[in-house]
Protein backbone atom coordinates (compact mmCIF):
# COMPACT_ATOMS: atom_id res chain seq x y z
CA UNK A 1 0.00 0.00 0.00
CA UNK A 2 0.94 3.12 -0.97
CA UNK A 3 0.97 6.65 1.05
CA UNK A 4 1.38 10.08 -0.40
CA UNK A 5 2.79 12.59 1.89
CA UNK A 6 0.62 15.35 3.29
CA UNK A 7 2.00 18.09 0.72
CA UNK A 8 -0.72 16.54 -1.60
CA UNK A 9 -3.81 18.51 0.18
CA UNK A 10 -2.39 21.85 -0.47
CA UNK A 11 -1.84 22.47 -4.59
CA UNK A 12 -1.54 26.21 -3.95
CA UNK A 13 1.10 29.25 -3.81
CA UNK A 14 3.65 28.87 -1.11
CA UNK A 15 1.96 32.10 0.34
CA UNK A 16 -1.62 29.49 0.48
CA UNK A 17 0.39 26.43 2.12
CA UNK A 18 2.32 27.96 4.65
CA UNK A 19 -0.95 29.44 6.45
CA UNK A 20 -3.28 27.20 5.48
CA UNK A 21 -4.54 24.40 7.78
CA UNK A 22 -3.98 20.55 6.44
CA UNK A 23 -7.75 19.76 7.34
CA UNK A 24 -9.98 22.60 6.19
CA UNK A 25 -8.37 24.37 3.61
CA UNK A 26 -9.40 27.68 4.89
CA UNK A 27 -7.86 30.60 2.87
CA UNK A 28 -5.72 33.24 4.86
CA UNK A 29 -7.38 36.43 5.41
CA UNK A 30 -5.23 37.99 2.79
CA UNK A 31 -6.70 35.68 0.48
CA UNK A 32 -10.41 37.19 1.02
CA UNK A 33 -9.52 40.74 0.84
CA UNK A 34 -11.78 43.15 -1.12
CA UNK A 35 -15.16 40.80 -0.31
CA UNK A 36 -13.56 37.88 -2.22
CA UNK A 37 -13.13 34.47 -1.30
CA UNK A 38 -11.20 32.15 -3.69
CA UNK A 39 -11.59 28.40 -4.22
CA UNK A 40 -9.48 26.40 -6.02
CA UNK A 41 -10.90 23.59 -8.04
CA UNK A 42 -9.65 20.77 -10.33
CA UNK A 43 -12.27 19.89 -12.73
CA UNK A 44 -12.32 16.71 -14.76
CA UNK A 45 -14.68 14.19 -16.45
CA UNK A 46 -15.00 10.26 -16.24
CA UNK A 47 -16.98 9.47 -19.17
CA UNK A 48 -18.65 12.48 -19.51
CA UNK A 49 -19.65 13.21 -16.13
CA UNK A 50 -17.65 15.84 -14.29
CA UNK A 51 -15.83 16.21 -11.26
CA UNK A 52 -14.81 19.39 -9.48
CA UNK A 53 -12.80 18.88 -6.94
CA UNK A 54 -12.30 21.62 -4.06
CA UNK A 55 -8.32 21.37 -3.47
CA UNK A 56 -8.54 24.37 -1.25
CA UNK A 57 -10.66 27.24 0.37
CA UNK A 58 -13.22 24.63 1.55
CA UNK A 59 -15.20 25.00 4.75
CA UNK A 60 -13.65 24.66 7.97
CA UNK A 61 -15.25 21.16 8.79
CA UNK A 62 -13.06 20.34 11.84
CA UNK A 63 -11.57 16.44 12.46
CA UNK A 64 -13.81 13.50 12.95
CA UNK A 65 -14.61 10.78 10.63
CA UNK A 66 -16.18 11.64 7.34
CA UNK A 67 -19.65 11.12 7.82
CA UNK A 68 -19.69 13.20 10.96
CA UNK A 69 -17.44 16.04 8.44
CA UNK A 70 -20.09 15.51 6.04
CA UNK A 71 -23.02 16.15 8.68
CA UNK A 72 -21.14 19.58 9.39
CA UNK A 73 -20.94 20.41 5.93
CA UNK A 74 -24.50 19.91 5.39
CA UNK A 75 -25.88 22.07 8.90
CA UNK A 76 -23.15 24.71 8.34
CA UNK A 77 -21.68 24.84 5.30
CA UNK A 78 -24.27 24.03 2.57
CA UNK A 79 -23.99 27.31 1.12
CA UNK A 80 -20.53 26.21 -0.06
CA UNK A 81 -22.43 22.83 -1.78
CA UNK A 82 -24.19 25.29 -3.77
CA UNK A 83 -21.90 27.53 -4.84
CA UNK A 84 -19.00 25.21 -6.82
CA UNK A 85 -21.78 22.79 -7.77
CA UNK A 86 -24.62 24.84 -9.13
CA UNK A 87 -25.31 27.95 -11.23
CA UNK A 88 -23.49 30.06 -12.46
CA UNK A 89 -20.20 28.31 -11.79
CA UNK A 90 -21.66 25.10 -11.90
CA UNK A 91 -24.70 22.90 -13.74
CA UNK A 92 -26.52 20.05 -12.47
CA UNK A 93 -24.47 17.97 -14.09
CA UNK A 94 -21.36 18.61 -11.90
CA UNK A 95 -20.32 16.47 -8.83
CA UNK A 96 -18.33 18.35 -6.22
CA UNK A 97 -15.78 16.97 -3.85
CA UNK A 98 -13.84 18.72 -1.07
CA UNK A 99 -10.54 16.88 -0.79
CA UNK A 100 -9.91 15.85 2.97
CA UNK A 101 -7.50 14.74 5.35
CA UNK A 102 -8.09 11.37 5.84
CA UNK A 103 -8.94 10.31 9.78
CA UNK A 104 -7.57 6.88 8.73
CA UNK A 105 -3.74 7.77 8.20
CA UNK A 106 -3.20 4.50 6.35
CA UNK A 107 -5.61 6.54 3.45
CA UNK A 108 -4.35 8.76 1.04
CA UNK A 109 -6.83 10.86 1.06
CA UNK A 110 -10.32 11.65 2.13
CA UNK A 111 -13.46 13.42 0.26
CA UNK A 112 -16.70 14.04 0.68
CA UNK A 113 -18.90 14.23 -2.75
CA UNK A 114 -22.04 16.19 -3.14
CA UNK A 115 -24.16 17.50 -6.08
CA UNK A 116 -26.77 19.82 -7.05
CA UNK A 117 -29.27 19.24 -3.84
CA UNK A 118 -27.28 17.18 -1.58
CA UNK A 119 -24.60 14.48 -0.99
CA UNK A 120 -23.71 11.27 -2.12
CA UNK A 121 -21.93 8.45 0.08
CA UNK A 122 -19.43 7.61 -2.47
CA UNK A 123 -19.29 8.36 -6.05
CA UNK A 124 -17.21 6.27 -8.43
CA UNK A 125 -16.57 7.98 -11.40
CA UNK A 126 -15.73 10.81 -8.81
CA UNK A 127 -13.34 8.72 -6.93
CA UNK A 128 -11.87 8.01 -10.20
CA UNK A 129 -11.48 11.54 -11.15
CA UNK A 130 -10.08 12.15 -7.42
CA UNK A 131 -7.19 9.55 -8.20
CA UNK A 132 -6.76 10.95 -11.90
CA UNK A 133 -6.40 14.87 -10.08
CA UNK A 134 -4.27 13.55 -7.57
CA UNK A 135 -1.81 12.33 -10.53
CA UNK A 136 -2.03 15.23 -12.88
CA UNK A 137 -0.84 17.03 -9.57
CA UNK A 138 2.05 15.13 -9.55
CA UNK A 139 0.78 13.57 -5.74
CA UNK A 140 0.16 10.44 -6.94
CA UNK A 141 1.89 7.68 -8.58
CA UNK A 142 0.66 4.66 -9.84
CA UNK A 143 0.21 2.18 -7.15
CA UNK A 144 -2.71 1.36 -4.90
CA UNK A 145 -4.10 3.49 -2.29
CA UNK A 146 -6.86 3.88 -0.01
CA UNK A 147 -9.26 6.56 -0.06
CA UNK A 148 -11.99 7.70 3.25
CA UNK A 149 -15.15 8.18 2.48
CA UNK A 150 -18.36 9.52 4.19
CA UNK A 151 -19.34 5.64 3.57
CA UNK A 152 -16.26 4.05 4.56
CA UNK A 153 -12.71 2.95 3.11
CA UNK A 154 -12.56 2.42 -1.02
CA UNK A 155 -9.23 1.11 -2.13
CA UNK A 156 -8.09 2.77 -5.66
CA UNK A 157 -5.44 1.74 -7.95
CA UNK A 158 -4.03 3.97 -10.46
CA UNK A 159 -2.52 1.97 -13.42
CA UNK A 160 -0.02 2.69 -15.75
CA UNK A 161 -1.88 3.23 -18.68
CA UNK A 162 -3.46 6.39 -16.48
CA UNK A 163 -7.25 4.45 -15.80
CA UNK A 164 -7.82 3.58 -12.23
CA UNK A 165 -9.84 0.83 -10.72
CA UNK A 166 -12.03 1.83 -7.47
CA UNK A 167 -12.82 -1.58 -5.17
CA UNK A 168 -16.36 0.45 -3.56
CA UNK A 169 -17.64 -0.46 -0.09
CA UNK A 170 -19.61 -3.91 -0.61
CA UNK A 171 -22.69 -3.63 -2.12
CA UNK A 172 -25.51 -5.92 -1.64
CA UNK A 173 -29.32 -6.67 -3.36
CA UNK A 174 -31.51 -5.23 -0.66
CA UNK A 175 -34.94 -6.27 -2.46
CA UNK A 176 -35.57 -8.32 -5.55
CA UNK A 177 -38.55 -7.59 -7.63
CA UNK A 178 -40.26 -4.65 -6.44
CA UNK A 179 -43.76 -3.59 -8.00
CA UNK A 180 -44.50 -0.09 -8.12
CA UNK A 181 -47.52 1.91 -10.33
CA UNK A 182 -46.32 4.79 -11.98
CA UNK A 183 -49.06 7.20 -13.56
CA UNK A 184 -48.79 6.69 -17.22
CA UNK A 185 -46.51 4.37 -17.29
CA UNK A 186 -48.36 1.09 -15.56
CA UNK A 187 -46.17 -1.68 -13.68
CA UNK A 188 -42.89 -1.18 -13.19
CA UNK A 189 -40.78 -3.60 -11.67
CA UNK A 190 -36.99 -3.55 -10.15
CA UNK A 191 -34.62 -4.38 -7.65
CA UNK A 192 -33.39 -1.96 -4.66
CA UNK A 193 -29.68 -2.23 -4.47
CA UNK A 194 -26.78 -0.54 -2.47
CA UNK A 195 -23.65 0.12 -4.16
CA UNK A 196 -22.44 3.47 -2.09
CA UNK A 197 -26.02 5.17 -2.49
CA UNK A 198 -29.71 3.44 -2.79
CA UNK A 199 -30.73 2.32 -6.78
CA UNK A 200 -33.87 1.31 -7.92
CA UNK A 201 -33.00 -1.05 -10.86
CA UNK A 202 -35.25 -1.46 -13.91
CA UNK A 203 -34.54 -3.80 -16.97
CA UNK A 204 -37.90 -4.29 -17.99
CA UNK A 205 -39.63 -1.25 -19.87
CA UNK A 206 -40.28 0.41 -22.98
CA UNK A 207 -37.97 3.26 -23.18
CA UNK A 208 -35.05 3.67 -26.03
CA UNK A 209 -31.71 4.62 -24.05
CA UNK A 210 -30.52 7.15 -26.30
CA UNK A 211 -29.04 10.10 -25.64
CA UNK A 212 -31.96 11.50 -28.00
CA UNK A 213 -34.12 10.54 -25.40
CA UNK A 214 -32.86 11.94 -22.10
CA UNK A 215 -35.42 13.86 -21.32
CA UNK A 216 -38.36 11.45 -21.88
CA UNK A 217 -36.03 9.19 -19.41
CA UNK A 218 -35.95 11.75 -16.86
CA UNK A 219 -39.53 11.98 -16.73
CA UNK A 220 -40.01 8.64 -16.70
CA UNK A 221 -36.80 7.54 -13.89
CA UNK A 222 -38.33 11.05 -11.88
CA UNK A 223 -41.80 9.32 -11.88
CA UNK A 224 -40.92 6.00 -10.68
CA UNK A 225 -38.44 7.77 -7.93
CA UNK A 226 -41.56 9.38 -6.98
CA UNK A 227 -43.76 6.63 -6.70
CA UNK A 228 -41.31 4.72 -4.96
CA UNK A 229 -41.29 7.30 -2.11
CA UNK A 230 -44.68 7.90 -2.19
CA UNK A 231 -45.49 3.60 -2.17
CA UNK A 232 -42.65 3.68 1.16
CA UNK A 233 -40.14 1.62 -0.86
CA UNK A 234 -37.00 2.25 0.99
CA UNK A 235 -33.34 0.81 1.36
CA UNK A 236 -32.85 0.46 5.16
CA UNK A 237 -36.13 2.42 6.53
CA UNK A 238 -35.58 6.55 6.37
CA UNK A 239 -33.09 5.99 3.62
CA UNK A 240 -34.69 7.17 0.63
CA UNK A 241 -33.82 5.56 -2.72
CA UNK A 242 -32.41 8.50 -4.88
CA UNK A 243 -30.86 7.04 -7.81
CA UNK A 244 -32.83 4.98 -10.43
CA UNK A 245 -31.14 3.30 -13.19
CA UNK A 246 -32.74 1.89 -16.42
CA UNK A 247 -30.99 -0.94 -18.56
CA UNK A 248 -31.26 -2.23 -21.89
CA UNK A 249 -28.93 -4.07 -24.32
CA UNK A 250 -25.51 -2.08 -25.59
CA UNK A 251 -24.90 -2.54 -29.43
CA UNK A 252 -20.87 -1.90 -28.19
CA UNK A 253 -19.44 -5.06 -28.83
CA UNK A 254 -18.16 -7.06 -25.86
CA UNK A 255 -20.66 -4.56 -24.21
CA UNK A 256 -23.13 -6.43 -21.44
CA UNK A 257 -25.65 -3.65 -21.11
CA UNK A 258 -26.03 0.04 -21.57
CA UNK A 259 -28.17 2.42 -18.39
CA UNK A 260 -29.58 5.62 -17.88
CA UNK A 261 -28.67 6.87 -14.42
CA UNK A 262 -31.17 9.56 -13.18
CA UNK A 263 -29.18 11.10 -9.85
CA UNK A 264 -30.96 12.61 -7.17
CA UNK A 265 -31.33 16.19 -8.68
CA UNK A 266 -33.16 15.01 -11.20
CA UNK A 267 -29.23 15.28 -13.69
CA UNK A 268 -28.82 12.32 -15.11
CA UNK A 269 -25.07 10.73 -14.80
CA UNK A 270 -22.84 10.77 -17.88
CA UNK A 271 -21.15 8.44 -16.97
CA UNK A 272 -22.16 4.55 -16.75
CA UNK A 273 -22.23 5.43 -12.73
CA UNK A 274 -19.56 3.56 -10.94
CA UNK A 275 -21.73 3.46 -7.57
CA UNK A 276 -24.55 2.46 -9.63
CA UNK A 277 -22.61 -0.33 -11.64
CA UNK A 278 -21.63 -1.95 -8.34
CA UNK A 279 -25.19 -2.03 -7.82
CA UNK A 280 -26.03 -3.87 -10.87
CA UNK A 281 -23.35 -6.51 -10.48
CA UNK A 282 -24.52 -6.76 -6.63
CA UNK A 283 -28.16 -7.70 -8.52
CA UNK A 284 -26.80 -9.57 -11.11
CA UNK A 285 -24.60 -11.99 -8.36
CA UNK A 286 -27.49 -12.72 -6.00
CA UNK A 287 -29.26 -13.83 -9.49
CA UNK A 288 -26.74 -16.11 -10.19
CA UNK A 289 -25.89 -14.19 -13.34
CA UNK A 290 -22.61 -13.00 -12.52
CA UNK A 291 -19.36 -14.54 -10.35
CA UNK A 292 -16.77 -13.78 -9.15
CA UNK A 293 -14.23 -12.46 -11.47
CA UNK A 294 -16.60 -12.21 -14.41
CA UNK A 295 -15.75 -8.84 -16.34
CA UNK A 296 -18.98 -6.80 -16.65
CA UNK A 297 -19.02 -4.32 -19.09
CA UNK A 298 -21.51 -1.36 -18.54
CA UNK A 299 -21.96 1.32 -21.10
CA UNK A 300 -23.56 5.05 -20.00
CA UNK A 301 -25.72 6.78 -22.44
CA UNK A 302 -23.15 9.24 -23.68
CA UNK A 303 -21.33 5.52 -24.74
CA UNK A 304 -18.54 5.71 -22.07
CA UNK A 305 -17.52 2.10 -20.66
CA UNK A 306 -16.90 0.98 -17.22
CA UNK A 307 -15.54 -2.58 -16.92
CA UNK A 308 -16.44 -4.24 -13.64
CA UNK A 309 -16.38 -7.55 -11.60
CA UNK A 310 -16.77 -8.34 -8.12
CA UNK A 311 -14.70 -10.57 -5.59
CA UNK A 312 -16.70 -12.40 -2.93
CA UNK A 313 -15.36 -13.16 0.73
CA UNK A 314 -17.84 -14.09 3.36
CA UNK A 315 -20.39 -14.01 1.26
CA UNK A 316 -19.94 -10.47 1.02
CA UNK A 317 -19.96 -8.71 -2.54
CA UNK A 318 -16.94 -6.48 -3.32
CA UNK A 319 -17.19 -4.50 -6.60
CA UNK A 320 -14.69 -2.75 -8.25
CA UNK A 321 -14.66 -1.01 -11.23
CA UNK A 322 -12.38 0.46 -13.90
CA UNK A 323 -12.50 3.45 -16.14
CA UNK A 324 -10.55 6.83 -17.09
CA UNK A 325 -11.26 10.47 -15.90
CA UNK A 326 -9.16 13.58 -18.05
CA UNK A 327 -8.73 16.68 -16.63
CA UNK A 328 -10.57 19.74 -17.92
CA UNK A 329 -10.08 22.93 -16.27
CA UNK A 330 -7.66 24.02 -13.54
CA UNK A 331 -9.03 27.04 -11.47
CA UNK A 332 -9.95 29.63 -9.09
CA UNK A 333 -13.49 30.12 -8.37
CA UNK A 334 -14.30 33.48 -6.92
CA UNK A 335 -17.07 34.00 -4.24
CA UNK A 336 -17.69 37.54 -3.96
CA UNK A 337 -19.74 39.15 -1.06
CA UNK A 338 -21.82 41.52 -3.34
CA UNK A 339 -22.71 39.04 -5.64
CA UNK A 340 -26.25 38.14 -4.78
CA UNK A 341 -25.53 34.73 -6.52
CA UNK A 342 -22.46 33.71 -4.66
CA UNK A 343 -24.08 31.09 -3.14
CA UNK A 344 -25.51 29.64 -6.86
CA UNK A 345 -29.21 28.72 -7.03
CA UNK A 346 -31.55 25.82 -7.79
CA UNK A 347 -34.54 25.65 -10.41
O1 LIG B 1 -20.29 7.30 -10.40
O2 LIG B 1 -21.09 6.60 -8.49
C1 LIG B 1 -21.08 7.38 -9.43
C2 LIG B 1 -22.05 8.50 -9.43
C3 LIG B 1 -23.04 8.73 -8.54
C4 LIG B 1 -23.69 9.89 -8.97
C5 LIG B 1 -23.07 10.33 -10.10
N1 LIG B 1 -22.07 9.46 -10.38
Known sequence: MNTISKSVYIAMPRALTDAAPLSDFVLPEEFMRDHITRVRVIDSHTGGEPTRLVIAGGPPLGGGDLSSRL?????????????????PRGSDAVVGGLLCE???????????????????????????????TLAYLGRLEPGEYSVETPV??????????????????????????????????????????????????????????????AEKLTEFAWRIRQELARAGVTGPPGEEIDHIELFAPSRLPGVNSKNFVLCPGKSYDRSPCGTGTCAKMACLHAGGKLQEGEIWRQESIVGSVFEGSIQVRDGVVHPSIKGSAYITAESELILDERDPFRCGFTK
Not at 71 to 87: K, L, P, T, Y
Request: proline share 3%.
Open 71 to 87: ERFRNEFDWFRSAIVNE
Open 102 to 132: PQDQSCAAGVIFFNNVGYLGMCGHGTIGLVA
Open 152 to 213: GKVRARLHESGEVTVENVPSYRALAGIHVEVPGYGDVAGDVAWGGNWFFLVGEHSMEISLQN
